[in-house]
């Protein structure tokens, strides 16, 4: 039951993340790319873009 609990959680938080990530003013690759990396990593993906790679992908995508 828990455990399906936190997978939902990973599910919402991924897809929570693309949404943001398309919102970006980065190139179509860049969107793909990264939506890729995200959802392929779950939680650590997740966490990484919030809190690091959010602030970045403008920098990186030109």
């Known amino acids: 039951m828990i ?15 693309v949404i943001d990530i398309l919102k970006k003013p980065i190139g179509l690759v860049g969107k793909i790319v990264m ?3 995200v959802l392929a990593t779950s939680w650590v993906g997740s ?3 919030y809190f690091w790679a959010r602030h970045h992908v403008t920098s990186w995508f030109k």
């Open 3 to 17: 455990e399906t609990i936190i997978y939902l959680a990973g599910v919402i938080l991924a897809i929570w993340c």
């Open 35 to 37: 939506a890729i990396v």
């Open 47 to 49: 966490l990484l873009y």
